[in-house]
Structures are given as C-alpha cells and as structure tokens.
C-alpha cells in the first residue's frame, strides 16, 4: 500500500507546494555559489538554515498531510458512505459538478439532480497541476 | 556555572516529567469527553443540551455548549470591533487637518495602540474562534468541541484581558496612568519604560496593564487552538476524514497549528518584558540582551500572527464562494496544501519586519528569499477562487459579495506585501503609510470582509432568521468603496513619504498639499466605512428580533447544487425535530437566495 498511496493523482496535488520548495532551493543555491559575499562560517549556516528549515519542514508536512489524504481516500471510496442524512460534505472527493449542468437562471427550480457520478476531483486539479508545474 | 545550569535545566525538565506523569494517573482525561455518555455516538442532533440550559443570564455564564460559546465569542468580538473602530474613527478625524487640533497626540498614540492591539487580539483572533467554535463540531460532526469547559474558560479570559488592555483609558481621568502608547508592535527601550516620557514610571502603568491583558488573550487563544486540534483530529464523526475534511476546518487546523507555536511565544517575551519593567532584568535593555531581541521575539510571534488572522478567512472564501457559484471549489487540494504551507513558511519570514534595523545583510537576503516563496501559496490561492468563479453560475448574494470584494482586496494586499519583501523597495516605503495600507487590505479587505460573508452566510443557522437584504447591500457597497478609499490613499500618502503613527503631518515631508488631500480622502473613506458598519450593526439586530422565523432549510438552495454540507444538514435535522415536537406556529420568510423575490416585505 506504501508505495500506491502516492499514486498520480496525489503527486500532481503536491506540485502546489513544489513551488515555493523550488523557490528556496534557487535562493539556497544562489547564495552558496553565487554570493557576494565571503563565505563566513557562522553567518552562511544561520543564512541557509534559515532556508533550509522550512524547506526540510515543509517537505515534511506536505509529505505526512498529503499520505493521510491519500490514505482516507483509498478508505473513503472502499467504505463509499457518507452521512445518514442528506448533508454532504464539502470536498472535491465526492461528485464534482459540470458547470454546463447548473440552473441557467435564479428563479428556475428546475429539479435537475445535476450531478455527474464520476467521483473524482482529477480533472481540475490535473489541469491546475500541469499548470502550476510549469512555474 | 555552566554546568550547574545544565544540571538545574535537567532537574527542572525531570521534575515537570514528573508532574505530567502524575497528573496523567490520577486523572481519567478521557472522562471529560464528550460531554455525556455519547462516547463515539456519530452526527446526531445534540439536543440533550438544550433541555439542561439554564435561562437567562446564568444561562450564558454557564454554557458549556459550543454553539453559545461561539455566540459569545462572536459577541465579544464585535463590541470590540466597534470600540477599535471608535477608536479609529477619532484619529483619522484629527488626521483632517495638519497640525494638532482636535484630540491632540499623546491621546492619539494611546489610540493608535489600543485601536490596534483591539482589531487584532480582542477582534481577528476571538472573531474566528467564534465561526471555529460554532461550526466546526457541526462540520466535522463532531458532539461538541473536545473540551467544553476548557473551551468556556477560554472564552472568559477575554473579557479581563479586554479591561485590561482598554484598562489606561478607563483609569486615566482618575490617576496619573496614562494608557500604553507603544503602538502593537510594543517595541523596547520605549515599552521597557527606559526614560521620562508618559510610558515610564507610574505613568507607565497602562503598559503593564495591557501586557497582561494580552497575556489573557494569549492564554485564552492558545486553549482555543488546542481544543479545535483535538476536535478535528478525535472527535469527528466517522464519516468525516482527511479526503474529504471541509476546507474552514483544514484551515482552523492550520491556524490552530500556528497559534500554538506562536502564542505562547508572545507570552514569554510579555513576561520577559513586565520583568524588565517592574523587576530590573535587562533582557530588552541596551545592556542586556538588546532591543533587537524584542524585535526578534516580537515578530516571530507577529508574522505567524498575521496569518493566523489570514488563514481562517482564507478558508472562508473557499468555502462560501463556491456555494454561490453553482459548483465545487476548483483544485480543492491545492487550497489545502498551500494552506499548511503558507502555515510552516509564515515561520520564516518574521524579520523582513526588520529589514531597516541595520541586521546582517546575508540574513536579510535569506527572509527575503523566503518571504518571496510565502507569496505562492497566497496567489495559489487566489487562482482558485477566480478559477471557480469563472464559468460559474453566480449568485450575488450578500455572502457572496462579500467573498468577492474579499478576493479583490486581498489582490491588493498580497501584491502590495510582495513588493515590500523585497528589501530594497522596503527600505523605501517601511515605516510608511504604504504598510498600513499593505495590512488593511487583508485586515480589513480580507479578514473583515470575510467575517460579514461568514455572518450573513451562516445567518439563517445562528438566529433561525434572515437579514435584510437590501441593507445588506447597503453594507457591502459602503464598505467595499469605503475600503478601497480609505486603503488606497494609504498607498499613494506612502509612496509620498508620508511616515506612520504620526498624529500630525506639518514636518513637511513629501508635497504639504498633496498629503493633507489624502489624508482627508482617507479620513473620507474611515466615515464611509462607519456608516456602512452602523447599517450591517442595525440589520444583524432588528433582523434578528423581528425578522419572521424562516421556514427554509435550504436559504441558499444549496441541495440544487450538492453543496449541501453538514451544518445545514445539522441545521435541517434540527428543525425537523423542532416542528415534530409541535414548535411554535412560525410566519413564512423569504430568502435572499439569489431569488428576486420583490414585493414582499424587506424582510428577505
Ligand atoms: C503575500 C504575502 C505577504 C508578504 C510578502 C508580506 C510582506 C510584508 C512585509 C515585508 C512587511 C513589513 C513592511 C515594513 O514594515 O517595512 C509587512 C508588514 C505587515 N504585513 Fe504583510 N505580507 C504578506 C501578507 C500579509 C498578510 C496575509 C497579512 C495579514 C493578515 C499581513 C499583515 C501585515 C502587517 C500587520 C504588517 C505591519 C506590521 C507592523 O509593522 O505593524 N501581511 N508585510
Ligand atoms: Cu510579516
């Protein structure tokens, strides 16, 4: 299961924080090799632990938040049940909706259950994804 | 020397060890939680409180119930958001001429402090605990928050810590206390009570006085994030997990991660700083550790605090924007990762406050670089919303207005935040108005705004009624324009040069002319504002007394869409229950659900 937790799916949901990650390691990178300054010992370890430290943090909490996402959403769709009543909850995992579907107009309380049964929030966040990997 | 510290340092840890350990045999923490024998008991109606509740005044003194905490919390928050705004009212007023006319300066800068330390300590954080207290249990569905009474104690150290931080301006006509006028950020020498001025001596009492208010309010916000950790992550109910956790808790969740790292550091160095002034430490003098450290201590509480004002709301947008756009939150996960990324970043930026203190220029360089890599994950955010909207099926209801006017001045707020990370921008414009027109764009674009969507929003739950539409709109587009008014000559008055904290402008700074237009522009834009806000004040009240019940379960027709989401359902659960028990015979309302329903009473 270790290895299936981080499926597609779930990676392109990190990119979002692969961003900032590679906005850090520029910076890291920069000022060890392209610094103007001399490399003083005690100032360039605070100077990149300031950068290193949140970056080691962040790729930690993205990593523990992202597999427990991951796994409730393999238990999720394996148990399929939400609430007795007919509250929904208020996540991308279940229906997603098809903006073509919606009332055209306020005052029409057309009926139309217009919900699309493939569960899944793929679509938008892969589109977001690929763009967002472009940065 | 050393040595016998490390000693007394391990002997201290042990012995604290010592403490937990006993605490945790004789006492059955587990009992406390939930309130009665529902132990796992998932989602139901918990309407066995309600038979217990006490009426009246005792009812309220006592509760335990989130539901009333949440009522208080909110209570409170808004008093104090109209004794800042008061407050505010009274400065910008004298800011209309240049010279020192109208309340004069020492009470101006006892103001400026109060007014800020009110808007962000006795307002922001109390104002989102209060949507956390009343709707989290619901979302999650979850009995009640994990600790009731824990909860009701934290509620009930504000309003001492109110008194306390308001405690010079209502000691003043009587003694020689002087209210603290340090401004929020309480720098040292001045705040330590070094010199002769009004903040040293007897005079200086009103300091100590608001350090302990806050250390209240920093108590009580600390116990309010562990409670809403411990709900979200043991007391929901089965149904509710991380896949599918709503975007205001994911966002409660991060806040409450960051209070916690955060706050507790604000009260230590508060005490650190009462024992330089009562009891001749040297922490933040010249001669000890130095006024930098302050600084240090200060801001390294201050940033993660302005994102503990930020997250919350954030999550707010998220999660009433797509309600009113016919569809789900685009890139849901997205918005949840940058959330708790912009939680552990907002732990590295803190001294691109500090730019211009003259502190190593390698070091600077590496806040900046970290505070260019926070911007990310805010402007993520910000895609999201305009990607949910675009194509959407809008609904311009109150709520709704309020989420967009939110992310267009959040717009303006990070971009403006943006420009003065970098730090040779910042070393222009610190000190300026541009910073206070950078954080009221978030504070009073984002985070204000965002607590009325949340308010009309959730309206129909808390009071079972609905507002008035048409003041709604009143209060949004006053408060819209008022905003951008008042914020936006900020911007210019500090592109001009014109310094903050100032209670006159005569120092001739900048074009004379061109600065007194502006301030009156912005001192305009103050009392657009405060009519907007006396308008939304008059709506929540009369609405809430004479508004007819609404017979709606759906105000928002949320089930069209399948937005439907635990609280309403809570909400429908509970009414249903109502009318089975034979309710009260209850007049029919209208809703403001984006449905032209003229000609009926204003009442919508
Ligand atoms: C896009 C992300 C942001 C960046 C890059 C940013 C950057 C900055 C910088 C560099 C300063 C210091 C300016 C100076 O004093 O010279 C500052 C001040 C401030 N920012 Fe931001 N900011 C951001 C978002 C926010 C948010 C979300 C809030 C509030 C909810 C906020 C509230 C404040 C406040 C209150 C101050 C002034 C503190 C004071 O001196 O009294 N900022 N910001
Ligand atoms: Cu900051």
């Given amino acids: 299961m270790s290895e299936r937790t981080f499926d597609r799916e779930t990676l392109l949901d ?43 943090v962040l790729v930690l909490v993205t990593f523990v938040s992202g597999r427990a996402v991951a796994r409730d959403e393999q238990s999720a769709t394996a148990a399929g049940e939400l609430s007795a009543s007919d509250a929904t909850l208020d996540s991308g995992v279940e229906e997603e909706l098809v903006s073509d579907d919606h009332p055209e107009s306020d005052d029409d309380q057309s009926e139309s259950d217009a919900e699309n049964d493939e569960s899944s929030d793929a679509e938008p966040d892969d589109a977001g994804g690929d763009e967002d990997d472009e940065n | 020397m050393v040595e016998a510290q490390l000693v007394l340092t391990a002997l201290m840890g042990l012995f604290l060890a010592g403490v937990a350990v006993w605490l945790s045999r004789i006492e059955d923490w587990r009992s406390y939680t939930p309130l009665a024998g529902g132990g796992g008991a998932v989602g139901e109606e918990s309407g066995y409180a309600h038979d217990e509740k006490p009426s009246g005044l005792i009812r309220w003194l006592t509760t335990v119930d989130h539901k009333d905490i949440g009522i208080l919390y909110g209570a409170y928050s808004i008093i104090a958001f109209a004794v800042g705004g008061i407050m505010v009212i009274l400065m910008r007023t004298e800011l209309l001429t240049p010279d020192e006319a109208i309340i004069g300066s020492q009470f101006y800068n006892s103001l ?33 928050m994990a600790f009731p009474r824990i909860n009701a104690i934290a509620f009930w150290m504000l309003p001492p810590g109110a008194l306390l ?17 340090t401004a929020w950020t309480m720098y040292t020498p001045l705040s330590a009570g070094v010199g002769t001025g009004t903040q040293a001596g007897v005079s200086g009492l009103g300091i100590d006085f608001m350090l302990l208010g806050l250390h209240f309010t920093g108590l009580s916000a600390t116990m309010g994030a562990i409670n809403f950790i411990a709900t979200i992550f043991t007391d929901r109910g089965s149904d509710v997990n991380w896949a599918n956790l709503d975007i205001f808790s994911w ?11 955060a706050f507790p550091l604000l009260g230590s160095a508060l005490i650190m700083l009462l024992l330089d002034r009562n009891f001749g430490t040297t922490f933040f003098l010249a001669e000890g550790g130095g006024p930098i450290l302050w600084q240090h201590l200060f801001w390294f509480f201050g ?36 959330t708790l990324a912009i939680g552990v970043l907002s732990f590295g930026v803190w ?39 675009w194509g959407g099926n809008l609904r311009l209801t109150a709520p709704m207005l309020f989420c967009v006017g939110a992310v267009s001045n959040f717009i303006f707020g990070g971009v403006t935040g943006i420009f003065t990370a970098a730090i040779p921008i910042d070393l222009v414009l610190h000190d300026t108005y541009y910073i206070v027109g950078h954080f009221h764009y978030i504070l009073m674009g984002l985070l204000a705004f965002t607590v009325f969507a949340g308010i009309y929003y959730w309206f129909p739950i808390i009071t079972g009624k609905m507002y008035q539409k048409r003041l709604a709109k009143w209060h949004f587009w006053l408060t819209m324009i008022g905003t951008n008014i008042t914020f936006f000559a900020m911007l210019l008055l500090g592109y001009l040069g014109m310094p903050r904290r100032y209670a006159t402008y005569t120092f001739g700074v900048g074009p004379q002319q061109i ?18 806000q006396i308008i939304w004040v008059w709506n929540m009240i009369q609405s809430w007394y004479e508004a007819p019940t609404l017979q709606d379960n759906d105000p928002w027709d949320l089930k069209e869409t399948g937005q439907f989401t635990n609280e309403w359902g809570w909400n429908e659960r509970r009414l249903e229950t109502a009318i089975t028990d034979g309710g009260e015979e209850e007049e029919t309302a209208m809703t403001d659900g984006g449905d032209p329903v003229d000609g009926s009473a204003d009442t919508e």
């Fill in chain 2, 165 to 181: 931080v308001w405690a010079g301006f209502l000691v003043v006509p009587f003694t020689d206390i002087q209210p603290a006028q």
């Fill in chain 2, 515 to 532: 600065i007194e237009v502006l301030h009156q522009v912005t001192t305009l834009g103050a009392f657009i504002l405060l009519v907007g």
């Fill in chain 2, 251 to 261: 966002t409660m969740l991060t806040q409450s991660g960051l209070i916690l790292f």
């Fill in chain 2, 351 to 389: 001294a691109h406050h500090m730019f211009a203190t003259g502190i190593d220029p390698r070091i600077r360089a590496s806040f900046e670089a970290v505070s260019l890599a926070i911007a990310i994950p805010s402007a993520v955010k910000v895609f999201n919303w305009t990607t949910t909207l």
């Fill in chain 2, 303 to 338: 940033h993660p605090e302005v994102y503990i004002l930020a997250l919350p709301p954030m999550g707010l947008v998220s999660f009433i924007l797509p309600k009113f756009s016919g569809r789900k939150l685009f890139g849901f996960k997205f918005v949840v990762y940058s």
């Fill in chain 2, 112 to 144: 400026l402090t109060s007014h800020g330390i009110t808007m962000l300590f006795l307002f922001g954080t109390p104002m989102i605990a209060a949507f956390g207290n009343y709707f989290i249990p619901l979302l999650v569905n979850a009995e009640d």
């Fill in chain 1, 14 to 56: 990190l990119t979002v924080n692969i961003v900032p990650l590679g906005i850090l390691t520029f910076f890291i990178l920069v000022f060890l090799f392209a610094s103007p300054w001399e490399l003083d010992p005690f100032v360039t370890a605070i100077s990149i632990g300031l950068l290193v430290v949140p970056f080691a």
